[in-house]
């Protein structure tokens, strides 16, 4: 049971990283347990590479 919801950890930190390419912000709420929206908040108009530096915070 424990290893399902770190894979599914693992999926929502994925499909997050790829959403913050196309947004600017990215957060993660959760519903409890492994549930959870990802939403993406002011969409990229032109990739840059100088504006997918470093965000300005990550969580461990």
Do not use: C, N
């Not at 049971?1 to 959760?30: C, Q, Y």
Request: charged share 20%.
């Amino acid at each position: 049971m424990a290893s399902s919801a770190k894979s599914l950890r693992i999926i929502h930190a994925e499909l997050a990283s790829l959403t913050w390419v196309f947004f600017k912000d990215v957060d993660l709420v959760g519903l409890g347990g492994a549930r959870g929206f990802i939403v993406g908040v002011a969409p990229r108009r032109l990739l840059k590479p100088e504006a997918l530096g470093e965000p300005s915070f990550i969580f461990s």
